[in-house]
């Protein structure tokens, strides 16, 4: 299976090189060129690992992996960036960075320091409520030794849930989730998405909490 990689570059002549790179390595790329741009993208699009700039319009890079990984997404990162800063660097970690490199860099070690980090996740990523389990790396859930068919909102309404097991998940904890916070929404686009999940997983696995919200049953 290709691993799939969202690279956030804004200078495109090096952000092209780079692609050039990694796809002659097998990785299947997503070049960005802005923040806003790359962050569409993690809601219409399954990634094994984002390339990070931070010095990129719209939304810097340090803003989009804090806005992600409130989201639960958990997806590995490693930061290419200019910066020598120790406090920066020291922010990128704390929001959640598994890595960076610091421009100019050597291409073959930003491959070598893919492949390791794609080794330490591998298995470390997993979540699991009953016979429910989350697989982050791969963007997946799995019933017992069954995947289950779902949609980019669905695996991530159904990651959101695992992750709260056993708890009270939100309205608003939903739609943050799956929704860009200017999108309006009404509780009928979120009953859909649960109606799927139950068609999937069993009715009585998901049960609703009066004008609250939901809570998985493991």
């Known amino acids: ?3 799939r990689i969202l690279l956030l570059e804004d200078d495109l002549l090096f952000g092209e090189s780079i692609a050039d790179v990694l796809e002659e390595e097998g990785f299947e790329v997503t070049l960005c060129r802005n923040g806003q741009e790359a962050l569409d993208e993690t809601y219409q699009n ?7 700039d931070i010095n990129v319009p719209l939304i810097d890079g340090l803003s989009l992996l804090r806005e992600l990984r409130r989201a639960n997404d958990t997806t590995p990162t490693i930061y290419l960036t200019s910066h020598q800063e120790l406090g920066t660097l020291s922010q990128a970690f704390d929001i959640g960075a598994d890595d960076y490199l610091k421009k100019p860099f050597d291409t ?4 070598v320091r893919i492949q390791a980090l794609m080794r ?3 298995g470390k ?3 699991c409520a009953g016979d429910l389990c989350l ?3 791969h963007k997946c859930v799995m019933m017992g030794e069954k995947e289950l068919p779902l949609t980019l909102k669905e695996y991530q309404l159904m990651a959101l849930f695992i992750h709260n097991a056993g708890e009270i998940v939100t309205k608003e904890m939903i739609m943050d989730t799956l929704w860009n916070p200017s999108e309006m929404i009404s509780d009928g686009a979120i009953r859909v998405y649960i109606n799927r999940l139950k068609q999937e997983i069993g009715s009585d696995r998901i049960v609703n909490i009066r004008g609250v919200g939901y809570r998985l049953v493991p």
């Open 108 to 111: 073959d070690e930003l491959i």
């Open 120 to 122: 330490r996740t591998k």
């Open 135 to 137: 697989d982050e790396l």
């Open 1 to 3: 299976m290709s691993i």
């Open 46 to 52: 399954h990634f094994d690992l984002y390339l990070l």
């Open 125 to 127: 990523h997993q979540r």
